[in-house]
Each structure stands twice: as C-alpha cells, then as structure tokens.
C-alpha cells in the first residue's frame, strides 16, 4: 500500500519507529510531526491488516479507560445523500423565520444557506464558484406543506467536495481514494444505478469535471458509503456526514471498546471504553447497539458490505440477553432464538418445544412493532407503559422493544409536562430509579464501560436518588446521617458520570451544576 508523508503528502517509506503507523519523506518533517502532537499518539495504536477485517488497528500499548486514542479533524463533510434542507456553510437544518417565505439562497448558485455570512464559509465557496461558473441553479424551495422534507438533491455535495481536493489537496484525495469502497459489490444496485444517472451525469455534463470518469465518480460515492461517520453537530439538530480517515482504519464490533464523540469544530474523538490491553483489537460500532441482530446485520450488509462475526452476532442469544428473541406463544416457557444466527434466512425455535417460526414472520413482527412504537405520543409516558403491559406475554423484559421503551420511559419522566420531577409522584420517581438501572445492565453488556449510554444513564439515576432521599428525609422517613448516606451514593455515581462526559464540551456547564447541587446537599 502507497503511504505518504503526514506533513508535506508525498508518498513516502520512512515509518515512526515508534508507532509504525505514520511515514514521512525524511527526518525533518518527521521532527517537526513530533513536535506538533505526534509525540502525545504516537505508540498508542498500529494499523494491521488481515482477511477478516482488512485493515484495522490494534493497541501498540496497554490503553486505560476513558484515554483518547485519536484526535482528527474531517478530510470533507457535510450534508447526507438525503436531507432535510440544510446550510452547505454551517451545516444547520433551515427553519424559515415568520418574516419568510422561502430560504435565504446564495448570491451566487442558489443553494440555501442560513444567511449571507454563510456564502463565504469555508466548506462552501470552492463548490459554489464552480457551481456558479457551471450556471448551474439549485431547485430547492420551502414549500410550507412539505417542511423538513428530505430533499435528494444533497447527494452531489460530499462527492462534488472530495473531487475539488485533487486540485485544493493532492494529499487528502490521494488518502480518500486509498479507502475502502466495496464498488464492485455495490454497482448493481438500484442505489448505483441512479447515482449513474444523477451523480455521474451531474459532475460531467452539468459541471463539466469530464477528467473524472464513471468509475472514479461511483467510486468516490462508494468510499463515502464505506467509511463516513454521522456527525451530529453540537447544539444543533441537523445530522451531516464526514469522513475521518485515520478513523476509517478502525474495525466494527456490535460491542466496541471505544466511543467516539464531535466536538464543536467537528474534531473527532476516539475514547477508551474500557482498558484495552496491548495487541488487542481497538474497535468502534457502525450501527447502534441497541438494535437487534437481525437488523444490525441487516445495516452492515446494505450500508457496509460485510457480515458481521463477533462474538454477539454469532450467539443468538445475544450475550445471554436474548435481545431479539420473543417468549414461545405454545410453551409460555422457552424463548424463541435464530437456530443459526449468521444466517439471516434460518427459522427461529423454542428452546424448549422446539416451536418454529420462519425469520421473515419475525422480521414482520419487528416491524409492526416499530410502527407502533414510532406511534406512540412523545409527551405521554403512560402510552409507553401501556405498550409495555400489552405486550408482557410477547415480549420479554430484555427484548429490544422492550428495552427501546424503556430508554424512552427513562427520558420521557422528569421532562414532560405533567411528569417533571418536581410533579413525580413517589412511585414515579421509584420507577424511574427502576428503569435506570435495569438500562444500566444492558449497558454493561453492550456497551461495557465508559460509555455515553452508562453515563447518561448515571446522571438520571443520580438525580432521582437525590430527589428520593430528600423526600424521605423530609417526611422523616430517613436520619440525617442516613440521608447523608444516601447522598454521598449519588455523589459517587455522579462523579463516575462526570469522568465519562467531562469530555464533552456540551455537558460541561450540566455537569458543573450538578456537583455544585449536590455538594450544597450535602452540607
Ligand atoms: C471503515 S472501513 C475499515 C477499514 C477497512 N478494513 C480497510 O481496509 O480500508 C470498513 C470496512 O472494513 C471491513 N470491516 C470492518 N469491520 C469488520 C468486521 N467486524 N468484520 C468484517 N469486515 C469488517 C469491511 O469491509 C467494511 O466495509
């Protein structure tokens, strides 16, 4: 594999002696790559390469809990093949103001953009002076009846952004175009098939890039499939993509070792989960964990191009969780699996009666259920208990609706109108605690450690356990060196909840407030 020097982009043999991972073109721009932060990552991890995985990274070096493992500023992001209208400036979705009737566009190509200010962005003005020269004109329009429609139209714009880096940044396209992309097994679909036809015909015909031929074009749009992150900009609703490409080395597991967060200027950060012992794999999720198997390999497949064999995916009980399965309906007893979980296709079974039931009956199932689910009023907790209770037979406490629900049961009381805190009864409030630690097991299997979810989850519980105590100790219902008890225990789980999220600028200032509540508290 052709490498190139981190500094100046030459293609280059000279490799950090202590990392392996990086080359330069000579000693020179190797020091001045220590100097500026190499020396902080060096070691920490090496990039192999095996049948399985293709390339992936492992530990060059013990790695503890909660360390950063890499910091990296995106090659190219912005919006998703489909998206609600979206500023190319500031990757804001666009909401129009009562003053408006249609976006702001700019002067120039026509594209939305929140506001003037936006049309000298960065990441828009090489794409809008090309634009502008093609007198290509966006179509895009708020039409009122069709607010937060997805427009297809976006699909161009990543794929437009990486072609103008040959020119802008030899070095950064010669690192894309390095990535993987999986065409051949992609070309054929009915995806491909129309990015042919838009895509391809866009950046030629309308554009006039006629130096970038069929393939390179599809094949740019195939590494962007293959190896982009979504990113959800920090206080902002939109969701963009963008491509990481040390972060693209790393390999799936459906029960990482790592989480990765976004900062405020899109900087991604890779985090120890849990220690991470020299030579082991270091790997992140692509899809989310609290899916089921079913529908996670479902998503590698189509979005990734491979089946996934670790160790969750190969047990069809899910790690003893029995995630995706149902009670069986004949024995009341047995819970119904996959009788061969790295087959999509194969039938289910009783693990008692040996009751079967054919994969695409459960796949039906689930997503009858997600409709129902998605049916549920956002503002109503009682409409997700009902669902519970409704389907106590089917589902088991663990199964994966049963587990969506309850995450949403947990976000849900403390902040909606008529179930805030301060209104919860003291059962709701038991309830909460309840959801939060049953979540909390789940999370120590699938995502083990320091993760966002454990953290999350920690601050809700802490809260509750806080608003519990004082309660009890008002209604002398607890001594004051028992309450004090009490809230030292919520203190701990804060201050485990402060060590996973502290990172994360946007959950500085909660996390502050927090402890200094608490700690007048506790006085
Ligand atoms: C983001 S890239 C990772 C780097 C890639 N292996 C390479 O050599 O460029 C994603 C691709 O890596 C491979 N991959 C990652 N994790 C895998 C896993 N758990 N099992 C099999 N293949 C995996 C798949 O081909 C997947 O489409």
Not at 84 to 109: H, I, R, V
Not at 469 to 482: A, C, G, Q, S, Y
Not at 483 to 500: D, G, R, T
Request: proline letters at 3%.
């Amino acid at each position: 594999m052709v490498q190139f020097c981190a500094v100046c982009g030459v293609s280059a043999v000279l490799k950090c002696g202590g990392c392996k991972n990086i080359v330069y073109c000579g000693k020179e721009h190797q020091k001045v790559h220590w100097k500026s932060g190499h020396k902080n990552l060096c070691k920490i991890y090496e990039i192999t390469s095996n049948d399985k995985f293709g390339r992936h990274c492992i530990a060059s070096r013990d790695i503890k809990q909660n360390e950063i493992i890499l910091r990296e500023q995106p090659l190219v992001l912005g919006p998703k093949v489909v998206s609600p209208a979206l500023c190319l400036g500031c990757n804001q979705n666009l909401e129009l103001t009562e003053m408006q009737t249609d976006f702001f566009k700019c002067s120039k190509c026509k594209w939305p953009l929140c506001s003037k200010n936006c049309e000298k962005s960065k990441f828009h003005v090489a794409e809008c002076n090309l634009l502008y020269k093609s007198n290509y004109q966006c179509q895009i329009s708020y039409v009122a009846a069709e607010k937060g429609k997805k427009e297809s139209a976006y699909c161009t714009i990543v794929p437009l952004r990486i072609l103008l880096l040959k020119n802008e940044n030899p070095t950064g396209f010669k690192e894309f175009m390095n990535l993987e992309d999986h065409l051949d097994q992609r070309i054929n679909t009915p995806l491909y098939k129309i990015l042919k036809l838009n895509l391809v015909s866009f950046v030629r015909n309308v554009l006039g890039l006629v130096e970038f031929d069929e393939r390179t074009i599809l094949k740019v749009a195939a590494i962007l499939d293959t190896n982009s992150f979504e990113v959800r900009p920090l206080k902002q609703q939109s969701k963009i993509r963008a491509v990481y490409t040390k972060a693209s080395m790393f390999s799936h597991d459906c029960v990482p070792n790592t989480r990765h967060i976004f900062t405020e200027n899109y900087e991604m950060l890779l985090v120890a989960t849990v220690d991470i012992p020299k030579g082991s794999v270091i790997n992140v999720t692509y899809t989310q964990p609290l899916k089921n198997t079913l529908d996670r390999q479902e998503h590698l497949k189509q979005a990734k191009c491979f089946e996934c064999s670790c160790m969750r995916c190969s047990d069809p009980t899910e790690l003893k969780t029995y995630f995706g399965a149902i009670n069986c309906s004949r024995c009341k007893t047995g819970k119904i699996i996959s009788t061969d979980s790295s087959n999509l296709t194969s039938v289910w079974k009783c693990e008692i009666c040996d009751h079967e039931i054919a994969a695409k009956q459960i796949k039906w199932g689930n997503t009858a259920l997600q409709t129902e689910i998605a049916s549920l009023n956002k503002n109503d907790p009682m409409e997700f208990e009902q669902f519970l209770v409704k389907y106590a037979e089917t589902l088991h406490p663990l199964n994966c609706h049963v587990i969506q629900i309850k995450y949403a049961l947990t976000q849900l009381y403390g902040n909606v109108r008529g179930f805030m805190l301060s209104e919860m009864t003291d059962a709701a409030i038991q309830r909460k605690i309840n959801l939060c630690e049953e979540l909390l097991k789940v999370a120590e299997i699938f995502e083990p450690g320091a993760s966002r979810f454990r953290g999350l989850l920690l601050l809700d519980l802490q809260e509750c356990l806080t608003v519990q105590t004082k309660r009890e100790f008002n209604n002398d219902l607890l001594t004051k060196e028992n309450a004090q008890a009490q809230l030292v225990e919520s203190m701990n789980l804060l201050q485990e909840a402060v060590s996973i999220l502290k990172i994360e600028s946007a959950m500085q200032s909660i996390l502050e407030d927090r402890v200094k509540n608490l700690a007048f508290e506790l006085e």
